[in-house]
């Protein structure tokens, strides 16, 4: 596979098109819409734009995003 992230089969990826929004605005807590900005991540730390925290810890996706999908300095 090109990535380590993968994106999981989900209802909720399905019915966000629907309402007209990304699945991260449509139900940001499913399964696909973590997995969606855990694969956001994955590139922008393999692009070198995001580097690991302190210590080599995770950062997880949701410190990094609002609903609104703006970036949040932190």
């Known amino acids: ?10 209802v909720r990826l399905g019915e966000a098109p629907s309402h007209g ?3 991260v605005q449509y139900e940001p807590n499913s399964k696909g819409s973590v997995a969606y900005m855990e694969l ?3 590139l922008l730390r393999r ?10 810890t995770r950062v997880p ?3 990094l995003f609002t609903r609104s999908a703006k970036w949040r300095i932190f």
């Open 21 to 23: 929004l990304p699945v």
């Open 47 to 56: 692009d070198g734009i995001l580097e690991l925290g302190k210590g080599g």
């Open 40 to 42: 956001a991540v994955e």
């Open 1 to 10: 596979s090109v990535f380590k992230t993968r994106i999981p089969r989900n």
């Open 61 to 63: 996706p949701f410190s």
